[in-house]
């Protein structure tokens, strides 16, 4: 019996070693010298040290010989489950050393299995994706399992988060898996996601790109937007995925994880007393404020390189994990354009679908003015963030630091779309215009007809300013709840916070609402 059991241990272990191999040592060097990790090596580093419990390594679906294809164990993707700092989540790991990572029907299978699964006990899932696309011989077999995952992605969005690093190839339809997901990361260099690829595309229009310059991780950083990571390597890269894990909760039934930082909450910053410029035309960094406020100075930016004018990112304060936007006076002077408004809104929505409290720092001029941003559909992404903004029901609170204009001040967290806390510090200005625009339309006969226009254009200008341009009026209405001084703004927001915790809002039954898209 003992003898018995051990030849069947035996030749077990014969069967893992074999899987684990994956599409043998000679690919296995080939990944490594394209300065890519194996999707072994990408699951270790991801998580927990031997948190992993894998399924179906020994999976490969029905007869690869009836499609022209090798059998591999596992079929080239590795699935299961592990932990990240103690908390559980699923994931899969394309192995590109089995048939380029190529997705057919068992290994599509093998990741809908752990779809379900992260869905029904409400864990993240990531997925690392390093592939040829829809694995050829399969035929339409292999674009049926991708449907699959689509299907899946979409009916988690909003259940559990999801996270996509692309590590190696990614294209065709297959991007749209990372496109549905909350997050995706790319890697410098080795990765590429793109609909159709640089031969299709010489094919008809004639144009000769590079798979880099189509759709490599600069490219969807800073311009598409399609991606909100870069990393340098699948190190640095798998190493943020744990620490953008850590600022989440694990389903939406869930609140994110309280991390003590060990920053007082009455901690006071003297410093932002002086952060506003006397000017209203200078311009200072945003970032600055956000560091000062947020436990430990930590925080994380959503798509630091795309849409600069507005900053997105994770931070906590007490402790508590919160969803800050906020404009960028030193960028375009934190206007609101098409691509901001896109940006920001789709981040308020995460915010609100895992009970992430939303806070908002406000210095914003208005929406970009011209052709450009009008035939571009301004008014259609603009709406998208009044939308989301106006749809989100957890906690948030505004504090307008410097301008707060026209439609700009309305969308940008205003008390009068549902906000609950609004604060503004003795610099900021509430009106409907900039003061010399507003003059330049209220004063237009008086100044034209004055014997000299300049002058009085600038008189009117101040005249204005003193009486619009300040956060006296909006207080006096309700509009702001108080201004306070910038060196309290850390502790305020936090206590605004505590007692919004168990802030809860009705909704009126619908199916869903219809966001402009
Ligand atoms: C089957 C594939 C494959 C695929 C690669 N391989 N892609 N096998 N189906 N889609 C195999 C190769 O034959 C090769 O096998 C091994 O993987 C490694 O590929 P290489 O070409 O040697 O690697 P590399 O030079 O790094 O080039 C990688 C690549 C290239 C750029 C991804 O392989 C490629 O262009 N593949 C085809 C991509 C493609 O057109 N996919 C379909 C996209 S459409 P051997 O045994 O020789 O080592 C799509 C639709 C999805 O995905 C629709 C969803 C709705």
């Not at 309280?258 to 006071?268: F, N, V, W």
């Not at 029901?393 to 609950?420: E, F, L």
Request: charged share 20%.
């Amino acid at each position: 019996m003992q003898r018995y059991a051990q030849d069947t241990l035996e030749k077990l272990e014969a069967m893992r070693q074999k899987a684990f191999l994956g599409g043998g040592s000679k690919r296995i060097d080939d990944q490594h010298h394209k300065g890519k990790l194996t999707a072994r090596e990408r699951i270790d580093l991801l998580l927990d040290e031997d948190s992993f419990e894998e399924f179906d390594l020994l999976m490969t679906g029905k007869a690869k010989a009836e499609a022209g294809t090798q059998e591999f164990p596992g079929d080239g993707v590795i699935t299961g489950h592990g932990t990240i700092d103690g908390r559980e989540v699923f994931v899969f790991s394309q192995d590109f050393t089995i048939m380029g990572g190529s997705l057919g029907e068992a290994h599509s299978q093998k990741i809908c299995k752990i779809m379900d699964h992260a869905v029904r006990v409400g864990a993240p899932i990531i997925g690392l994706n390093d592939s040829g696309g829809a694995r050829i011989q399969e035929g339409v077999e292999s674009l049926a399992a991708y449907g699959e995952i689509f299907s899946r992605n979409v009916m988690a969005s909003g259940v559990v988060p999801q996270i996509s690093c692309v590590m190696g190839p990614c294209a065709g339809g297959a991007v749209y898996s990372p496109a549905i997901t909350d997050f995706t990361f790319m890697v410098d260099h080795t990765s590429y996601m793109f609909v159709t690829g640089p031969n299709v595309v010489k094919t008809v229009t004639h144009q000769d790109i590079t798979a880099e310059d189509l759709g490599g991780a600069a490219v969807h950083n800073q311009k598409s937007g399609v991606a909100h990571f870069a990393q340098p390597n699948d190190i640095l890269c798998l190493r943020e995925v744990r620490r953008l894990v850590n600022y989440l909760p694990s389903n939406n039934r869930q609140r994110a994880p309280i991390l003590d930082l060990s920053d007082p909450i009455e901690r006071i910053d003297p410093a932002l007393d002086y952060l506003v410029p006397a000017n209203p035309n200078q311009t200072y960094d945003m970032k600055i404020l956000i560091t000062s406020i947020l436990d430990g100075a930590e925080f994380m930016e959503i798509q630091p390189h795309f849409a600069k004018n507005i900053i997105c990112g994770f931070g906590r304060l007490g402790g508590q994990t919160i969803g800050l936007i906020a404009n960028q006076p030193a960028v375009l002077a934190g206007v609101l354009d098409s691509l901001a408004s896109v940006k920001a809104a789709r981040f308020v929505r995460f915010c609100d679908a895992f009970n992430i409290p939303l806070v908002c720092l406000e210095d914003v001029p208005g929406f970009m003015p011209g052709p450009e941003q009008e035939h571009g559909g301004i008014i259609r992404h603009g709406a998208k963030l009044l939308y989301a903004f106006v749809e989100a029901t957890v906690p948030r609170i505004t504090v307008i630091i410097r301008k707060g204009y026209g439609g700009a001040y309305v969308v940008m967290n205003s008390k009068h779309i549902r906000c609950d806390i609004n604060f503004a510090w003795p610099t900021a200005e509430i009106a409907v215009l900039g003061p010399k625009g507003a003059a330049e339309i209220i004063y237009r006969k008086e100044i034209n007809e004055s014997a000299n226009p300049a002058e009085t254009l600038r008189r009117k200008t101040d005249e204005y300013r003193q009486m619009h341009a300040n956060p006296f009026l909006a207080a006096k209405q309700g509009f702001i709840d108080d201004v306070i001084a910038p060196r309290d703004t850390r502790h305020r927001l936090i206590r605004s916070l505590q007692f919004l915790e168990s802030k809860h809002v009705d909704q009126p039954p619908r199916k869903h609402g219809n966001i402009p898209l």
